[in-house]
């Protein structure tokens, strides 16, 4: 029998996410995604979520030509945008999924009494749909192997 209750975001989130804080420099940041096979950063400032990073950020602000010329002197605040979508923990899935794709954004932070909790991204949602049609298209697939139509 399906579940019919919306799931909210504290069921598919990454919890406690690493951070950096938004005076951290760039190569810092780069090295802390890589050290832990990670695409995503939450950006605070002090106590506050102040936006999220991604591996492309990075890849965009440090390529050839950008405008200051030592990497080390680039800070997370240099390229972060600005005020990223912070979700509340217990928000509905289907309503941040939908300010998701209708505002593309590629990942949200999401806050629990105003602190960091976790963060979900574009591939978290891949991932779950990718499991809810397992779950609940087994015979559409079964068809597709019998050869019926």
Excluded at 50 to 72: P, V, W
Excluded at 103 to 125: M, N, Q, R
Excluded at 127 to 139: F, I, K, P, Q, V
């Amino acid at each position: 029998m399906p579940n019919d209750e919306m799931p909210q975001l504290i069921a598919v989130m990454t919890n406690s996410p690493h951070f950096v804080d938004i005076n951290t420099p760039v190569h810092e940041a780069a090295e802390l995604m890589k050290a832990h096979s990670i695409r995503h950063l939450p950006v605070m400032d002090g106590d506050t979520i102040e936006s999220i990073i991604c591996e492309r950020d990075i890849a965009r602000a440090t390529t050839l030509g950008h405008a200051l010329t030592e990497e080390s002197a680039l800070l997370v605040s240099d390229i972060c945008p600005p005020r990223s979508y912070v979700a509340d923990i217990a928000d509905p899935l289907d309503k941040v999924l939908d300010v998701m794709a209708t505002k593309h954004i590629g990942s949200v932070t999401i806050a629990k009494d105003g602190e960091l909790a976790g963060i979900f991204t574009e591939s978290d949602a891949c991932r779950l749909l990718a499991g809810y049609l397992r779950d609940n298209c087994e015979s559409l697939f079964a068809e597709d192997e019998d050869g019926s139509d």
